[in-house]
């Protein structure tokens, strides 16, 4: 039977065919855990007297609730410290693997294991976090589930689910110079809308995509879940072999190479069929940012903010007008001349090490404008974090006036000291600009590392082509 790439991992998973419309079992291959979804879990299995099933396929990081500075000393923030606490003690108690805070493989969930070669192609992995659709770069099924079913794959490693609708978005040509994956992936989220992969698991296709590093993938896949998407997934190749190569996690010598033999079965077959099949021309995409406050309200940076009396529907109207109120800005407006507060590099989307080196690779030589509040470059994990400080780039951030910190979540969202005031700006790399999520009041615009590098060069939304 011909299949899609995550049919075929599906498959592969399936411990039990539901029957009548009932949803499938399907075992887990790897669950990830942090500070806020996993207590409720830890305590049902205590009350239930329950231990995990298997401890060797869960492990665990503190990234959310972490800070990102003067982390040797007590963490003033008395809720945020109870969190890390109790995840420390829970993992201690159910003897989960657990990498915290100070740890050299501490990191972002979604950074860390990576990282570790912990995530491998044709995997099924699965946190209670929705950006777990990162992991779909290396063609491994994931998705964020529930605490309730944080708990069931604990006491089980096993969860049941209705398969998912399949999607394909094609990319089709060659990248201009100076568009990212960011670009791509904000480029697709406004053509298909906020909801436009409900329901659905998004396999990204096409040269331009095949062009893309492992990092650049992981952030494609990470902002499915911001299409609405169950899950994104890229069909491994050399590119994905080469980077988990030698990684802590990754198979050696003869398991190796049967894990390539069967990875690069990996791909949808070429007469399969998806749901729902969308294309676009790479030529046509340029660097992309928000001027709203959802990831699908988004224009190429050479655009005007929209105005929303030229909007027939009178939802999509009502949206706009009330998108454009809270982040206080006129219709008309080029993008180019709004000024920023704020600009955040990091996150689970654009904290990896090749957006440091292509931040820094602006900011060299440069120091931030005057008008810049500040300047926060915060590393998905700590490993990259050492990379960079390895290549000299924490020298180059600080030189230009930029504030280096230590790794987490920091201000994707307002959980941790890492927060806007209200009515603040900030040009960020994160994937979401949600009302208040980087703290009470705060506007976002959404970015590549590039565009909020060169921002914090100009003081208004720039590209380095704009220096
Ligand atoms: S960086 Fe942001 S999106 Fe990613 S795991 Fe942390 S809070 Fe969630």
Redesign the pocket.
Known sequence: MVSTLAQKVWADHLVYQGKDGAPDLLYIDLMLMHEVTSPQAFEGLRLAGRKPRHTDLLIATE??NTPTFNIDKPNPDKVSAKQLSTLERNCREFGVRLHPLGDADQG???AFAPNLGLTQPGMTIVCG?S?TSTHGAFGALAFGIGTSEVEHVMATQTLSLKPFKTMAVNVDGKLPRGVTAKDIILAIIAKIGIGGGQGHVIEYRGEAIRSLSMDARMTICNMSIEAGARAGMIAPDQTTFDYLKGRPHAPTGEMWEKAVAYWKTLKTDDDATFDKEVTINAADLAPYVTWGTNPGQGSPITADVPDPAGIADAEQRRSVESALDYMGLKPGTPLKSIPVDTVFIG???NGRIEDLRAAASVMKGHHKAKSIHRVLVVPASSRARLQAEKEGLDKVFKDFGAEWRNAG?SM??GMNPDKLVPGERSIST???NFEGRQGKGGRTHLSSPLVAAATAIRGTISSPADL
């Open positions: 990234d959310h972002i969930v979604h976090d950006h996150s689970c989307t979540c994707c969202l994160s994937n979401r």
